[in-house]
């Protein structure tokens, strides 16, 4: 197949993935001043692995953007989401690993998204908090997700289905 259809297959598997998340968006706890969602970073770790980083980044950031037309999420979503997610999507690209994609997912999200959160918060959401405020609520998030991820990625390569999805969207 040619590359177009292989930017389309990718594009509707992202569709379907914030889908997902969006319609999961009720299922969240709420920490702090931010609201975690750990289907949000399972289906960060799935489109690294099945999609790769570019396409990871754009799901998350419709993803957020949808969440808060609908208020079903905050400002806080846009960093921690699109962080985990492009981070994630480089590391499986460069190791090829899912026990490094998963820690790339909680690194990027509670500690790169959770500092990126903080300006947010305080500049357009009129919150005081310290720097650090937003690392322990977003691993908190993403811890959940990403062993989820990791959960089902291992059932995936158990089955074989890990690389028959990989090759039908890659092919």
């Given at each position: 197949?040619?590359?177009?259809?292989?930017?389309?297959?990718?594009?509707?598997?992202?569709?379907?993935?914030?889908?997902?998340?969006?319609?999961?968006?009720?299922?969240?706890?709420?920490?702090?001043?931010?609201?975690?969602?750990?289907?949000?970073?399972?289906?960060?770790?799935?489109?690294?692995?099945?999609?790769?980083?570019?396409?990871?980044?754009?799901?998350?950031?419709?993803?957020?953007?949808?969440?808060?037309?609908?208020?079903?999420?905050?400002?806080?979503?846009?960093?921690?989401?699109?962080?985990?997610?492009?981070?994630?999507?480089?590391?499986?690209?460069?190791?090829k690993r899912v026990w490094?994609?998963?820690?790339?997912?909680?690194?990027?999200?509670?500690?790169?998204?959770?500092?990126?959160?903080?300006?947010?918060?305080v500049q357009l959401m009129?919150?005081?908090?310290?720097?650090?405020?937003?690392?322990?609520?977003?691993?908190?998030?993403?811890?959940?997700?990403?062993?989820?991820?990791?959960?089902?990625?291992?059932?995936?390569?158990?089955?074989?289905?890990?690389?028959?999805?990989?090759?039908?969207?890659?092919?």
């Open positions: 197949m040619n590359q177009r259809s292989i930017r389309i297959k990718k594009l509707a598997v992202a569709g379907m993935l914030a889908a997902v998340a969006v319609a999961c968006s009720p299922l969240s706890i709420p920490v702090g001043a931010s609201r975690c969602y750990p289907v949000q970073h399972l289906v960060n770790v799935l489109a690294a692995v099945f999609l790769g980083p570019w396409y990871g980044f754009g799901m998350a950031f419709a993803t957020s953007l949808v969440r808060n037309l609908l208020s079903t999420g905050s400002l806080l979503a846009f960093p921690g989401s699109m962080c985990g997610a492009l981070l994630c999507g480089l590391v499986f690209a460069a190791t490094a994609t998963c820690l790339g997912e909680v690194f990027g999200t509670a500690v790169l998204g959770g500092l990126l959160a903080w300006p947010i918060a009129g919150q005081e908090a310290a720097a650090v405020t937003y690392m322990l609520p977003f691993f908190v998030s993403t811890a959940g997700g990403t062993i989820l991820a990791a959960a089902f990625l291992a059932v995936l390569k158990r089955s074989g289905a890990f690389d028959a999805m990989r090759r039908m969207i890659n092919a």
